[in-house]
Structures are given as C-alpha cells and as structure tokens.
C-alpha cells in the first residue's frame, strides 16, 4: 500500500502531524535532513524515516518510491514548495502542506495545469487558516443569497512557533492584498476594521492571507478581504532563530482560536458565522494528518485544491473541538 510521507516531520507542526497519522494508523514515512532526529521519532512511532536534501533532486525523486501522498511540513515554504509541488507532479505523488505564505498558492495556480495533466492534486494549506476559514466561508456563502462580498477575519492568541515567526519575517515586506472585482490589488497597510468574534467589536488589522485565493477559488465571490486580531504576546522581538520550537501543550490549550465571517448579499444584508476551536497550531495538525489520511484512502481531484472544496464545507468541524454559530 501507499504510504503518506510528511516532509519536515522534526520540526514543530510537522512532529504533531506525524503523531496524528501514527495514532489513525495512516501507514506513515517520516522525512527531512536530519537524520538523528528523524531515526528517533521513526523509533518512537514505529515508521520508516527517510533523510534527503532539497538540493538533490535525484535524491527528491528516489525518495518518492512507495508514496501516494505527501504532506509539506517544512518551512518557510517560499524554499520548499516549489522543489516538491514539482517532485509531487513528476512522481505521480498528490501534495499537501500547510503554508501561510500567498506565494504557496500562487504557485499551486501555476503549476494546476501539470498537475491535472499528471493526475495529482496539490492541496496547499490542508490545515490551518485556509481549512478553517474555507469552510467558515463556505458554511456562510450556503446562506447567503447571491453573495457579492466576504469580509474574513482570524483572531489568534498565544504564542507563535520559531517557524512560523521566521516565515512571517519573511514576509513583511509584502503588499496589503484584497481581492476586489475578482482580482487581487494592493491596500495601503495599516487599515483597520472593528469585528465581532463573539465577545463584542475588537480591532483588526487587514492583512494578506492565503485565503484570498483559496476562498475565490472555492465560492467565486469577487470581493474578499482579510483580517486578524492578535490577542497574546504579540510577534516575538530579538534573535527568532533562538525561540523555542513553539508553544507548550498548556499554552496551547490555554489559548483558542476564533473565526468570523461576513458576506453581504445582493440586497445588503449581512449574514455572520462565527467558528471556535483549539489553538491553531493543533488545529493544523490534526487537520493536516487527517486531510493526508483521507487523500490517501482515494478522496483526490486533480489540479489546485482547497480543504472546502475536496471535503466540503463541513471539515471543519470534523477537527478537534469545533464548533460554528450562525450570527
């Protein structure tokens, strides 16, 4: 049988995934550089490990043998995507990841062709805020009659990982980003909008996410803008390399995730979900282990995929504890 391969298994997310699989009994690879860590959590999980550099693509292909699916793990994705979207489509291998990064789907876009030519899926943020604001978006868009606009917004609180905050940086630089008309165009930064996530109107601050494509790309609705509240410690100052892998057990659970969404219809009116859930990093996770479980066992379109559009508006609430309350 195939197997399913998470790339990046040592580091933070990609050691809880590899947990979640392990626990379903997804017959699992764990991979990356570092041989050492990876020979210890293939011994604690019983699995085979495999050690490969990006650079050596004959090193990529060969590593592929007996992979059906493979789940990207390994930030910053502006570095890994490209190699393994590539080596998923070549290898007949369908891809998953986890990416925050617009560049991740962007190039998920420009790569769809190939993959449909070859019969692979590439499925970019199988967890996280596209699996949780695509089907929140999804559950509204089903109640909305003829939707011309969607308003999104995440609050996340508590702490971030050591990777997620070296992807971020490298991401600072990047344009303010809403979809207007269909089209992505620039917002000047700094724009701020007051958004209910269930204890009244809180600040947040408009931002570039992924889900600009993916939630276009799944309801066709032409005017998508994104937000977020940060609620915590804020982002972290001082030598990131230095953080610690991510938040402790205790500190995730302490700290939950919400999400709202606001479309407004042909006549005006607005219609409002809000989802509650764990914190985003086990949320992501187990999202991620379960898309990759569930691909496996044959659920796979061809081409650029979004979790809504694969598994439904209801996947979401597949995931840990969550839930969504119509506003």
């Known amino acids: 049988m195939k197997k399913l391969m998470i790339y990046g298994a040592t580091g933070y997310t990609g050691r809880m995934a590899a947990e979640h699989a392990s626990a379903a009994g997804t017959p699992l690879i764990v991979a990356g550089r570092n041989e050492e860590a990876l020979s210890t959590l293939a011994a604690s999980l019983g699995v085979e490990y495999r050690v490969f550099p990006l650079e050596d693509i004959a090193a990529v292909d060969r590593s592929f043998s007996g992979v059906g699916v493979l789940l990207n793990c390994a930030g910053p994705f502006s570095t890994t995507a490209d190699v393994l979207m590539r080596a998923s489509i070549r ?14 789907y962007r190039l ?40 011309s606009s969607i308003r999104v917004a995440m609050h996340v609180s508590g702490g971030l990982s050591r990777g997620s905050a070296l992807s971020a940086m490298g991401s600072v630089t990047a344009e303010t980003l809403a979809r207007v008309g269909g089209v992505l165009v620039a917002r000047g930064a700094g724009a701020v909008t007051k958004l209910d996530f269930g204890k009244g109107l ?36 001082g030598d990131l390399a230095a953080l610690p892998d991510g938040p402790s057990e205790q500190e995730r659970t302490a700290n939950r995730y919400q999400a709202v969404v606001e479309a407004v219809d042909s006549d005006g009116n607005i219609v409002r979900s809000i989802l509650d859930t764990v914190n985003g990093y086990t949320f992501t996770a187990i999202a991620a282990a379960e898309a990759g479980r569930r691909v496996l066992m044959g659920e796979d379109r061809p081409g650029f995929q979004t979790p809504a559009l694969l598994f439904g508006s209801g996947f979401a609430e597949t995931i840990a504890d969550t839930t969504i309350v119509d506003v």
Do not use: K
């Open 108 to 147: 998920a876009e420009e790569l769809d062709g190939q993959a449909r030519a070859a019969g692979v899926m590439l499925l970019p943020g199988s967890g996280g805020s596209v699996a949780m604001l695509g089907c929140l978006a999804g559950h509204v868009v089903a109640r909305t009659n003829s939707p």
């Open 202 to 237: 809180v600040d947040c601050f408009q931002v570039t996410l992924p889900d600009l494509i993916t939630i276009w790309r799944a309801t066709g609705v032409p005017d998508i803008e994104a937000f977020v509240h940060l609620t915590g410690s804020g982002f972290p100052q």
């Open 91 to 104: 290898n007949g291998v369908h891809y998953l990841d986890v990416a925050a990064e617009l560049d991740s």
